[in-house]
């Protein structure tokens, strides 16, 4: 997957949550002219940001605690 801007308004994948165009999002690679069942899927970068700073807080309390 590669983040990039939302080219039309969709839902995410992982949260549920509207994705509006220009949103940026992660969306599967289109390699070689094949392309991926799921090339319309999208999730917010936002969501794995979010994801990416409660797995660090969770990892520091359960190593620090």
Do not use: E
């Not at 970068?45 to 990416?52: E, H, Y």
Request: charged share 15%; with cysteine; hydrophobic share 40%.
């Amino acid at each position: 997957m590669a983040a990039g801007l939302a080219r039309t308004a969709g839902i995410c994948g992982l949260t549920g949550v509207p994705v509006q165009r220009g949103d940026t999002a992660f969306r599967p690679l289109l390699r070689g002219g094949a392309t991926p069942r799921n090339s319309l899927d999208m999730i917010l970068a936002d969501t794995l940001t979010g994801a990416k700073r409660l797995t660090t807080h969770s990892i520091y309390w359960v190593n620090h605690v």
